[in-house]
């Protein structure tokens, strides 16, 4: 693996670690200036979650600004209309495993719902801000991490089974949820497809953003919405049943 990998890998180990250090950081010098503790706890998190995410980012990119020349020549890519079609197709690729991977964990009697999701979103309602880190920064980050580099390191040394598995089994204990790893493997299996399929990791990004926005929009912003939507139905179905 090359050196700027193994930079690039603790780059993001050591911004996932960050927390421990930075959020007491902010909270002091918040309270230094003269805000209440308990109103620092409330925004810190939020505030660090940003800051670390947006450094994280520029330290790798310009880490593999060097690849960033090259990548789009490798032999083999996909066109620019062909890699935007796969791109628009792996949102609904990354669904469709998802819901089959919820599938199984429900026959599992693994409860459905993720955590992490709920406390992201909670975050969102409450500061906006957070959802550049959640549908934006984190994916490519993460496409980068795992996608890139784990599993393109590990693609070259096995078939794509193997390297898929490994590295997807890595990306969903990342997410500190061990009972939806098959949920989490799902998508990264998907994404490596995309990956290899046209040898662009700006394929699997996009569909990892476009996906990560479309939950978020969906569990925050138009909730309301959709939730008065299903009670409507609801009533219409208990209509034509009683009729």
């Known amino acids: 693996m ?3 990998y193994w ?11 960050s927390s421990l250090i930075g959020i007491p950081i902010i909270a ?5 200036m003269g805000k209440s503790l308990e109103e620092m706890e ?3 998190i939020p505030y660090w979650l940003v800051i670390s995410f947006s450094l994280t980012l520029v330290i790798v990119l310009l880490l593999l600004r060097k690849e960033r ?10 066109s620019p ?3 935007a079609a796969w791109a628009f197709a792996g949102v609904f690729l990354a669904l469709f495993a998802q819901s089959i991977a919820a599938s199984i964990e429900n026959m599992l009697g693994i409860e459905m719902g993720s955590e992490n999701t709920q406390e992201i979103i909670k975050l969102i309602e ?3 801000v957070v959802i550049l880190v959640s549908s934006i920064i984190g994916p490519i980050l993460e496409e980068i991490v795992f996608r890139k580099i784990i599993f393109g390191s590990l693609h070259k040394k096995m078939n794509f089974f193997f390297a898929a598995l490994i590295s997807s089994v890595i990306f969903a204990l990342a997410h500190m949820e061990p009972e939806h790893v098959i949920l989490y493997s799902a998508m990264g299996f998907t994404f490596a497809f995309l990956y290899v ?3 662009r990791i700006i394929v699997p990004i996009i569909a990892h953003v476009t996906m990560n926005t479309m939950v978020v929009l969906l569990q925050s912003v138009f909730r309301e919405d959709i939730e008065r939507m299903i009670k409507e139905a609801e009533k219409i179905q208990s209509f034509i049943g009683g009729f």
Do not use: H, N
């Open 69 to 78: 020349r090259t990548d789009a020549d490798l032999r083999g890519a996909s």
């Open 7 to 17: 930079y690039v890998i603790i780059a993001y180990i050591v911004m996932q670690l």
């Open 126 to 128: 409450r500061f906006p």
């Open 42 to 44: 409330t925004i810190s």
């Open 81 to 83: 209309a062909s890699s």
């Open 197 to 199: 399929k046209t040898k």
């Open 28 to 32: 002091f010098i918040g309270a230094a």
């Open 2 to 4: 090359k050196k700027e």
